[in-house]
């Protein structure tokens, strides 16, 4: 881990991972709120997408990334081999986890708690801060903690689309591939070690924030 090359790639994975789970956070809600409270044409297409990352091949995303925001981008919009390419890659195979995990506790929120709020004289932002979002921040906070959790292992939609440059866009996880080819076995093991520390404290967190949340609902 002393390896300038090692600390630089896990510098770049937990910087865009952190990146991507705040902004998922505000993303994610957005998306589960049009989905639970509006509707319109083609509401049925779009929560069947939200879970494409799910069962499409994150090596399959890539490439779809790299078609749609790379060389020959088709909306002329090319950020191949760049720190943003990360960010895209991972909002993309992540966003589901926020979305599905605040999309039942609003399904399950009682509007008659928010239109006692606007008899009250409430604005509506007053009324999502103080009625709604305690109520939905377990479930996002949940989310948000999957998203970490997820997006600091991600290899198959980011080996592609972030060219694995050392010191700008290789990430740890292809960083420990990397080392595994060239027979470094060692360095490898020390990068993913690391790697597996900050995956099972990420788990520990959603355990922490399900136990909040459960507590919460018994109370």
Do not use: C
């Not at 020959?72 to 589901?96: D, E, H, K, M, R």
């Not at 080996?159 to 694995?164: A, S």
């Amino acid at each position: 881990m002393s390896e300038p090359e090692a600390t630089a790639a896990l510098k770049v994975t937990l910087l865009a991972s952190l990146a991507v789970s705040v902004l998922n956070a505000v993303l994610g809600t957005v998306t589960a709120w049009v989905l639970v409270r509006d509707d319109f044409k083609g509401k049925s297409l779009v929560n069947a997408i939200i879970d494409l990352p799910f069962a499409l091949p994150t090596i399959v995303a890539g490439l779809t990334l790299l078609a749609l925001y790379g060389p020959t981008s088709p909306i002329g919009v090319n950020v191949a081999f760049t720190q943003t390419a990360i960010v895209l890659a991972l909002l993309f195979v992540t966003l589901p986890f926020v979305v599905r995990s605040v999309q039942p506790v609003l399904q399950e929120l009682d509007p008659e708690l928010e239109q006692a709020a606007h008899s009250l004289g409430a604005s509506r932002a007053t009324t999502f801060r103080r009625v709604v979002l305690p109520s939905i921040l377990p479930g996002i906070l949940s989310g948000v903690a999957l998203t970490f959790a997820k997006a600091v292992g991600e290899f198959g939609s980011l080996v592609i689309i972030t060219g694995n440059i050392p010191f700008q866009t290789e990430v740890s996880s292809v960083y420990i591939f990397g080392r595994i080819e060239s027979g470094d076995s060692a360095a490898a093991a020390s990068v993913a070690v690391v790697l597996l520390a900050i995956s099972f404290a990420a788990l520990l967190a959603i355990g922490a924030i399900r136990h909040y949340a459960g507590g919460r609902g018994h109370a």
